[in-house]
Each structure stands twice: as structure tokens, then as C-alpha cells.
């Protein structure tokens, strides 16, 4: 074994234990959650979330000393993205405005952020294909390698019980006898783990009853006994116990996260992203000149609605309220809908990429026009709810929703740049959407 497989072995252990500090302080979490101590929580989940920082730092330390892989530039850039994400994520929650929502959000970018962190997406970088990687560390990446840390256990116990076999041979036999001796106790080996243990429940026991008599026999010895009792009973053994017990499956899902994706090639991402490429072409069913009429018919729609409803909908832009509308009536009104039309335009625009052909140049022209009206009718919401926020000021809501008209509308422009330039775009939106997203959380401490 060379130095960089032993540095990388040493890693492991440390994550090993790491395991079950982090899961036993996630678990915890819950209860500390109850008080009303808004800071003490912060502070605690943001210490959380340098743990999971710490274990991915680690995580991809082992790849490096293994050599299994080699990151390019934006593959080493990515994961200090997502790592600040994650601790500012952390520390909005002492806002406590969108608490729920932002651990949704960290829930997500820890097990996101350990895939990009050790190349475990479909492709180089964050991708469009995103939810397909979600699902993948969700469920194969972590389900799949859920005995892992049993497995580590199991190695680390072997490998402490294996020197004291060795050495308890006599030094002037044979090399022969030694390799028998050798063979013999490896065969043993889950025996003697097992062994191992029920020695040593049988010497805790003994241990106990030996207290037990002492304590009989001298008063001092029995107060003593006693204080170090009371003590124990005052930080709960029993509710540690069980903090502990819930906290193994969490400690084995994280460890299949974070290890499975050391111990694991990323081939199959690789082998699974080819497959999706070259089946791809079958998708592509739908004749262009009928994608073509639909995507018309969606254009004409939207463009005869913006000449019809010229004044109700640009009104907001000069600051006007339209006649018969209070400001609240006229932010409430259309804006979903206003919304909802840009995510059916991004659907249609997938479709159109799906089962379409990416060469028709009408096609290319239609996407582009399709999206930039996807943007006006971003603009139009948002400028209903600044009109709205101007003049009854902040909540929590309206803010929620002018982050998500910005995000939808970032989302057109740049599809419309990808359309234009054939460059990928969907990783500077999503890293625009989460950036924006804590930007939001920390502005509106201002108005809490």
C-alpha cells in the first residue's frame, strides 16, 4: 500500500467517524429546533453546514489521492459555489421569514453539492438534465451504498484484529506455518469480530456487577458512584440513546452519499448520459412544419393579447393604475397567469428541443421569439408587483414573487443566447437563481 492509498484509507476513517458526530448533531437538531432561540439555531445549522463542507472537502480529498479523478477548471470552481451557497443558505434561516423553503433548498444543495463536487453528474457541469442528477444522488447514489458504512466498520474492525493475530505466533516458526496461521485467521475473521463484541458486553456487565459490590462495601465509594449517576441522569442517557438510534440511518445514508461517490467510477453517469444522447434522435417524431404552425399560433396569441391589452398591462411601467383598479387588485390579477404562461412557453420550447429537429431554422426563429416574449410578460408581472411594493411596501410574499419573475426571466434571456450562440447556458441560470435567492433572504432582514 502506497502513501497516497494510506492517506486516502486515513480519510476514510476520519469520515467514518465524522459520520456519526453529523448525524447524531443533525438529529439533535430537531429537538434544539423547539426552543425559541432563533440565533442559537442558526448558529447550530450553520455549523452543521461546515461539517458538510468539511466531509465533502474530505471526500474530494480521497479522489485526488486515489487519482480516479481528474477535475476540470469549472469542475474545481462549481463546488466552492455551492459550498457558499450552502453556508449563506444556513445563515438567512435567523431571518426566519422563508425558514422553511431555505432548508428545503440546503437539504438539496448538500446532496447536490457532494455530485458536483465529485463528478457524479451527467455531464461536466450543471446541466438541464439537473433533475435527473437530483434523483440519482437522492436515491441510487445514496440507497445504493446505504451498507457502506457497515462495510467500513466491518474493514476497520479487521484491520485492528489482524496485527494481534499476526503477532501472536511464535517468532521462530516457519514462514510456511505463519501463512497457515495467516489463512486460518482470515477465514475466522467475521467470527472474531463478533467475538470481539460479545467479549466485551460480557466484560461491561462484570465490570458493573464489581461497581455494584464496592459501592456495598464503602460508603464514599457509593456517594461517589452516586454523583457520577446523577450526572448522567442530568444530560438524559436515554434520550441520547435514542437520538443515537435514529441518528444511524441518517449516518448511513450520508456515508452511502459521501462515500459511494468516492468508492464509485463515474462511468455509469457517463455510460447513462451516452445512451441519452444517442436515443435522443429516435425522440424526434414530430414533423418541423407542424411544430411550426403550433409555435405561430403561440406567437399570434400573445401578440394579438398585447395589442388588446396595451393599456391594462404596460400601465404599470409609467406607474398608472388602470381605471376601475386598486394597486392591490391590479398586482393580484394576471400576475399567476402572467407566470404561468412563461413556464408553458418554457414547456413548449422543450418539447420543441425534444421531439423537434435542432437544425430547422424556422424553428430557431420561432424559439427565439417565443422567449422574448416569455420576457415581456415576465417584465409586465414584475413591474405590477414594484408598482404594488411601492406603495404598500414589503412582505414576504411579494418579494418571493419578484425573485421568481426575475428568475423566469433570466431564464428566457439566456435561452435565447443559447438558442443564439449555441453556448450553455442553463448552469449560469441556476447559478443566478441561487445567488439571487440568498441575496433576497438577506435584503429582506431590512424590512423584518
Known amino acids: 500500500m502506497n502513501t497516497n492509498t494510506k492517506r486516502a484509507e486515513t480519510l476514510k476513517v476520519i469520515c467514518l467517524g465524522l459520520s456519526y458526530v453529523f448525524s447524531y448533531a443533525y438529529i439533535n437538531l430537531f429537538s434544539?429546533?423547539?426552543?425559541?432561540?432563533?440565533?442559537?439555531?442558526?448558529?447550530?445549522?450553520?455549523?452543521?453546514?461546515?461539517?458538510?463542507?468539511?466531509?465533502?472537502?474530505?471526500?474530494?480529498?480521497?479522489?485526488?489521492?486515489?487519482?480516479?479523478f481528474s477535475p476540470t477548471p469549472i469542475q474545481k470552481i462549481e463546488p466552492r459555489f455551492w459550498e457558499a451557497i450552502l453556508l449563506l443558505l444556513a445563515i438567512s434561516t435567523y431571518n426566519g421569514s422563508l425558514c422553511g423553503l431555505s432548508?428545503?433548498?440546503?437539504?438539496?444543495?448538500?446532496?447536490?453539492?457532494?455530485?458536483?463536487?465529485?463528478?457524479?453528474?451527467?455531464?461536466?457541469?450543471?446541466?438541464?438534465?439537473?433533475?435527473?442528477?437530483?434523483?440519482?444522488?437522492c436515491f441510487r447514489l445514496t440507497f445504493g451504498n446505504i451498507g457502506t458504512r457497515f462495510c467500513t466498520v466491518a474493514e476497520c474492525l479487521r484491520r485492528c484484529t489482524a496485527p494481534a493475530a499476526l503477532s501472536s505466533g511464535n517468532s521462530s516458526e516457519t514462514s510456511g506455518s505463519i501463512t497457515n496461521d495467516t489463512t486460518c485467521t482470515e477465514k475466522r475473521k467475521p467470527g472474531h469480530i463478533c467475538g470481539i463484541i460479545g467479549i466485551l458486553f460480557f466484560i461491561f456487565i462484570i465490570f458493573n456487577i464489581a461497581l455494584s459490590n464496592l459501592a456495598s462495601v464503602d460508603k464514599n465509594f457509593s456517594y461517589a458512584l452516586f454523583s457520577i449517576d446523577q450526572f448522567w441522569e442530568q444530560i438524559s442517557i436515554s434520550e441520547s440513546m435514542i437520538k443515537f438510534l435514529f441518528s444511524l440511518p441518517v449516518g448511513a445514508f450520508l456515508f452511502g452519499l459521501y462515500q459511494g461517490c468516492v468508492n464509485k467510477d463515474n462511468e455509469q453517469e457517463a455510460e447513462f448520459h451516452n445512451?441519452?444522447?444517442?436515443?435522443?434522435?429516435?425522440?424526434?417524431?414530430?414533423?418541423?412544419?407542424?411544430?411550426?404552425?403550433?409555435?405561430?399560433?403561440?406567437?399570434?396569441?400573445?401578440?394579438?393579447?398585447?395589442?388588446?391589452q396595451a393599456s391594462y398591462m404596460f400601465s404599470a411601467f409609467a406607474g398608472v393604475l388602470p381605471e376601475a383598479f386598486t394597486a392591490s387588485e391590479y398586482a393580484v390579477s394576471g400576475f399567476h397567469e402572467l407566470i404561468n404562461v412563461v413556464i408553458i412557453n418554457f414547456i413548449l420550447l422543450s418539447l420543441v428541443r425534444i421531439f423537434g429537429s435542432k437544425d430547422n431554422r424556422l424553428l430557431h426563429i420561432l424559439s427565439i421569439v417565443l422567449m422574448a416574449e416569455s420576457m415581456v410578460f415576465?417584465?409586465?408581472?414584475?413591474?405590477?408587483?414594484?408598482?404594488?411594493?411601492?406603495?404598500?411596501?414589503?412582505?414576504?410574499?411579494?418579494?418571493?414573487?419578484?425573485?421568481?419573475?426575475?428568475?423566469?426571466?433570466v431564464g428566457a434571456a439566456l435561452a435565447i443566447v443559447?438558442?443564439?450562440?449555441?453556448?450553455?447556458?442553463?448552469?449560469?441560470?441556476?447559478?443566478?437563481?441561487?445567488?439571487?435567492?440568498?441575496?433576497?433572504?438577506?435584503?429582506?432582514?431590512?424590512?423584518v
Open 32 to 68: 434544539l429546533s423547539s426552543s425559541h432561540n432563533r440565533l442559537a439555531v442558526t448558529i447550530y445549522l450553520s455549523a452543521l453546514c461546515a461539517g458538510a463542507i468539511l466531509w465533502l472537502e474530505l471526500s474530494m480529498r480521497q479522489l485526488q489521492l486515489s487519482g480516479r
Open 103 to 137: 432548508l428545503f433548498f440546503i437539504h438539496m444543495v448538500v446532496i447536490y453539492m457532494v455530485q458536483v463536487g465529485t463528478g457524479h453528474l451527467l455531464t461536466d457541469r450543471s446541466s438541464c438534465l439537473m433533475p435527473m442528477d437530483l434523483t440519482n444522488g
Open 275 to 308: 445512451k441519452l444522447l444517442a436515443h435522443s434522435t429516435k425522440l424526434r417524431i414530430m414533423p418541423d412544419k407542424l411544430f411550426a404552425a403550433v409555435m405561430s399560433a403561440f406567437i399570434a396569441v400573445y401578440l394579438a393579447f398585447y395589442v388588446s
Open 378 to 409: 415576465a417584465a409586465i408581472s414584475a413591474s405590477k408587483i414594484i408598482l404594488y411594493m411601492s406603495r404598500f411596501g414589503y412582505t414576504v410574499s411579494r418579494t418571493l414573487g419578484l425573485w421568481g419573475t426575475s428568475v423566469v426571466f
Open 418 to 447: 443559447y438558442l443564439v450562440t449555441r453556448k450553455r447556458t442553463f448552469a449560469p441560470w441556476l447559478w443566478y437563481a441561487s445567488a439571487s435567492y440568498v441575496i433576497m433572504e438577506f435584503i429582506s432582514w431590512a424590512f
